[in-house]
Antibody, heavy 122, light 108 residues
Framework: QVQLQESGPGLVKPSQTLSLTCAVS??????????WSWVRQPTGKGLEWIGR???????KYNPSLKGRLFMSVDTSKNHFSLQLHSVTAADTAVYFC??????????????WGQGIQVTVSS | SYALTQPSAVSVAPGQTASITCGGN??????VHWYQQKPGQAPVLVIN???GRPSGIPERFSGSNSGITATLTISRVEAGDEADYYC???????????FGGGTKLTVL
């Protein structure tokens, strides 16, 4: 059973870089039929897709975050990462990593990490 | 860009049936997935591809999708079903997911 676990600092200062890692256990990050994604949720609000990364390194980002965002995969460590630059208070949220299973009928977020609260504050 | 619309809140008495809608332009032509999120927890996939039930999801959860509305139906509602529910599709034009705004289900 594949499991995901986010890690990283819970507090980031404004204008700095938010860096998170998602460890994949119970399976290989290179197993086919899926890619890896990040979703965030400000307190009391809905889900916002951040972006996704294939094990090839190919990425696609939410246009609203493009220019500040970088996602990568480290297959040797079986994890993937997120870097969000120049953060502001608006980036304060719970950040979830998730596996997206691919299907020609439509992709699903079938496995989620437990989430990590990140607060942007001086 | 594609958008999905959900009611902000739905209330139902225990033992009754709850219906949560998800509206979108020609959503019936897309695969809709539903997630349940309880306070302080990650979302859990409860319905995939409009009508599918992932392993471990009770038969009380069902889905439908036609025209401009997809619906999540929860039969014989229990107190433990109280949660936020989100619908989601994959927008092939932009190649990224779209989530509905979420519906808070309250069990009276």
């Amino acid at each position: 059973q594949v499991q995901l676990q986010e890690s990283g600092p819970g507090l980031v200062k404004p204008s700095q870089t938010l860096s998170l890692t998602c460890a994949v256990s119970g399976g290989s990050i290179t197993s086919g039929g899926s890619f890896w994604s990040w979703v965030r949720q400000p307190t009391g609000k809905g889900l916002e897709w951040i972006g996704r990364v294939y094990t090839s390194g190919n990425t696609k980002y939410n246009p609203s975050l493009k220019g500040r965002l970088f996602m990568s995969v480290d297959t040797s460590k079986n994890h993937f990462s997120l870097q969000l630059h120049s953060v502001t208070a608006a980036d304060t949220a719970v950040y979830f990593c998730a596996r997206v299973s691919l299907n020609y009928q439509g992709n699903t977020f079938d496995i989620w990490g437990q989430g990590i609260q990140v607060t942007v504050s001086s | 860009s594609y958008a999905l619309t959900q009611p902000s809140a739905v209330s139902v008495a225990p033992g009754q049936t709850a219906s949560i809608t998800c509206g979108g332009n020609n959503v019936g032509s897309k695969s809709v997935h539903w997630y349940q999120q309880k306070p302080g927890q990650a979302p859990v996939l409860v319905i995939n591809f409009n009508i599918g039930r992932p392993s471990g999801i009770p038969e009380r959860f069902s889905g439908s999708n036609s025209g401009i509305t997809a619906t999540l139906t929860i039969s014989r509602v229990e107190a433990g079903d109280e949660a936020d529910y989100y619908c989601q599709v994959w927008d092939n034009t932009s190649d990224h997911p779209v989530f509905g705004g979420g519906t808070k289900l309250t069990v009276l």
